[in-house]
């Protein structure tokens, strides 16, 4: 799905759960988990499987909705 965000967020950037409380960053820390991928620059498209993510993530796979 879809999640609206105050931004702003680089489109077709990876994003992370941030150690910030309720933050989301582009900047992989260094136990990431894996969100999902900005649309826009106040939309992020959340990926349902963390740990497939995680390994998309790894390998650097691009996935566009």
Not at 4 to 12: R, W
Not at 23 to 31: G, K, R, V
Not at 32 to 57: E, H, K, Y
Request: hydrophobic letters at 45%; glycine letters at 8%.
């Amino acid at each position: 799905g879809r999640m609206d965000v105050a931004g702003p967020l680089t489109p077709g950037a990876s994003y992370y759960v941030s150690a910030t409380a309720g933050a989301l960053t582009a900047t992989a820390p260094d136990f990431r988990r894996f969100v999902g991928q900005a649309d826009a620059t106040t939309s992020v498209v959340i990926v349902p499987n963390p740990v497939q993510s995680n390994l998309m993530d790894i390998l650097q796979i691009e996935v566009f909705t």
